[in-house]
């Protein structure tokens, strides 16, 4: 588990981002603020078209795929992200998370 002050995040066994349906949600964020930057942030990703990677800048890319070592995430990805991030935990999601071991 990787934490800094704001943000704590669950790391899948694949590396992927697992949907809220089935686990409790990946990412916690503390800050009702950064939560929503976060989710603008994505929102707006999608709405320029930055889940295809031919309309990214290279920069862009470089970022999204930290330098060609992962994929970036497609519309679908993303729209689970942000399901993640818009679902705040709950005390039973916290323990979880709090009780798996590093």
């Known amino acids: 588990m990787t934490t800094d ?5 669950q790391n899948e066994s694949d590396g992927g981002i697992e949907s809220t349906s089935s686990a409790a949600p990946a990412i ?8 929503h930057t976060l989710i603008a942030a ?11 990677p ?5 920069e862009m890319q470089d970022l999204a795929t ?7 995430l497609c519309d679908v990805d ?4 942000v399901e993640d991030l818009v679902w705040p ?3 039973e999601d916290l323990s979880v ?6």
């Open 89 to 91: 935990p709950t005390a």
């Open 42 to 52: 994505l929102r707006f990703w999608q709405e320029k078209g930055m889940c295809d």
């Open 66 to 72: 930290n330098g060609d070592e992962v994929t970036s």
């Open 97 to 102: 998370l709090l009780n798996q071991k590093t």
């Open 28 to 35: 916690f964020v503390r800050d009702e603020e950064v939560r």
């Open 5 to 9: 002050s704001n943000l704590a995040t």
């Open 78 to 81: 993303v729209d689970r992200l």
């Open 54 to 58: 031919v309309n990214r800048s290279d």
